[in-house]
């Protein structure tokens, strides 16, 4: 079955740096594209960062220029490079993927951006 689990969720200062990971299994990783995605308290979920199975990136604006999507075929892992966070950064980051046309994702890990 398809399982993806998300780590490396901290507290940091306003400025800081953090670097995300999820670990996939149970579907053929390097023919998938991987998306990471975000939701803070009372918002709904935003998709931050995306990369294709051949490795073309996109991202949102908002963190356009801060944030960096990367994968490892051969540890079927997705990375999520965060730097100059903000406040607004805080939030459960989710790594997503469709398999089948169904879409799965983690249960997340915690981002918190404060002083």
């Known amino acids: 079955q398809v399982q993806l689990v998300e780590s490396g969720g901290d507290l940091v200062q306003p400025g800081g740096s953090l670097r995300l990971s999820c670990a996939a299994s149970g579907f053929a990783f390097s023919l998938k594209d991987m998306r990471w995605s975000r939701q803070a308290p009372g918002k709904p979920r935003e998709l931050v960062a995306a990369i294709t199975w051949r490795g073309s990136t996109d991202y949102s604006d908002s963190v356009k220029g801060r944030f960096t999507i990367s994968r490892d075929n051969a540890k079927n892992t997705v990375y999520l490079q965060m730097s100059s966070l903000k406040p607004e950064d805080t939030a459960v980051y989710y790594c997503?993927?469709?398999?089948?046309?169904?879409?799965?994702w983690g249960q997340g890990t915690q981002v918190t951006v404060s002083s």
């Open positions: 997503e993927v469709d398999v089948l046309r169904v879409a799965y």
